[in-house]
Structures are given as structure tokens and as C-alpha cells.
């Protein structure tokens, strides 16, 4: 899987159930400070992650994500070691 498509998968998630405006989804964009994503939504982050991608996030990596490349390259580093 591609970055790409992590990306594709995690923007398409964050446009439907958070309502955010596509144009202020960029890989530079802050979750918090930009997206507005508050701590309960980071749950339902690690639901779809879980889902789409077969992966349990930790909250000591959460906190380390703080951008949306973050997660992409989060993501992507994780499912390209299996």
C-alpha cells in the first residue's frame, strides 16, 4: 500500500464523519490546531485505522502524531513491515 493511499483513505474518513472542509485537509495540517480534532475524535481515528488497516494504535505513538503526514507516515511504516 501507498502513501497515497493511506492518505486517500484517512481524508475520505475525515471528510464524511468529521464534516471537514477538504480544502483544509493537507498532509502539513495540524489535527488539532487545524482540523479542530479534539481528544474523543482520536478514538474513532483509532477505530478506522484498526479497521482499514489492520493496526492498533498506542497512546503514547498518538502522541506523537501530531500532523496529518504524521499519521500517513505512521501508517505507511506500519503496514509495510508486515
Not at 475525515?14 to 474523543?40: R, V
Amino acid at each position: 500500500m501507498t502513501k497515497e493511499e493511506i492518505a486517500r483513505i484517512i481524508n475520505t474518513f475525515l471528510i464524511e464523519e468529521f464534516e471537514i472542509d477538504e480544502a483544509k485537509i493537507t498532509p502539513q495540517s495540524h489535527l488539532k490546531d487545524d482540523l479542530g480534532l479534539e481528544s474523543l475524535d482520536f478514538v474513532d481515528i483509532a477505530v478506522i485505522v484498526q479497521k482499514e488497516f489492520g493496526l492498533t494504535l498506542k497512546g503514547e505513538e498518538m502522541t506523537a502524531i501530531r500532523t496529518l503526514d504524521d499519521l500517513y507516515g505512521y501508517i505507511f511504516n506500519c503496514v509495510n513491515k508486515k
